[in-house]
């Protein structure tokens, strides 16, 4: 069974370069892991939208990723899918700690990212955690050094890392920002800041939000890495 993860490990990683997004019509067209393209198709995600189908492949590689597109557009999938992707490509295990954080502005959409979560990796065996403060205790559950995925909202997230001894960031490998726009909007700037300050700096960051604007643009030059723009229109 190891033999053959390692194959498929192998045979996905040589289609990355390969990806084009204008061919990909179907989720099937993507180089993704037979536990991924499985939960996709059970749950009835046959066609990626246009934000996916661009966001996917640039993910996929490693590269950081600053999509722009409107609410009900599909963004959500768009992160999740690398994320996974990522860190079965990765043999990550439950033993190797938080992989990546997912930074959401309310408590709200961090609890449907969670949901989508559990839909799309049902068949991974990563674990998640929802770190939102407030009454909800799910997360608690689970100790959060032993989350792989961690899904945020900023002011909880750094509270934990101000006051949790335990929690350790430095093997996150990947950042995501939902809604970044919204992120800043709502005043979270400094607390972002703080944030990322925790972060090892050679990860790699996918940020979306509803709009193009300054702010996400701002925070994307203070810390994305030749970025590929998704929804920007021409000529980037
Ligand atoms: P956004 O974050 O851009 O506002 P979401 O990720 O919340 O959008 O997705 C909006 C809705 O579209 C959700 O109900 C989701 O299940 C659905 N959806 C996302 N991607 C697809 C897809 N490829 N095919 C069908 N439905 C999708
Ligand atoms: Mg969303």
Known sequence: KLAATELEIQQLQAKYEEINADEIKIFKHFPLSQKTQKALAEFKYTNPTPVQRESIGPALLGKDVLGAAVTGSGKTLAFLIPVLEHLFINKWSRSDGVGAIIISPTRELAYQIFE???????????????????????????????????????????????????????????????????????????TLNSIIENFPPDRQTLLFSATQTNTVQDLARLNLKDPVYVGYGNGE
């Open 116 to 190: 989508t979560l559990k839909k799309v990796g049902k068949h991974h065996d990563f674990s998640a955690g929802l770190i939102i403060g407030g009454k909800n205790l799910k997360f608690e559950r689970t100790r959060m050094d032993q989350c792989n995925i961690l899904i945020c909202t900023p002011g909880r997230l750094l509270q934990h890392m101000d006051e949790n001894p335990l929690f350790n960031t430095s093997s996150m490998e990947m950042l995501v920002l939902d809604e970044a726009d919204r992120c800043l909007d709502m005043g979270f700037q400094k």
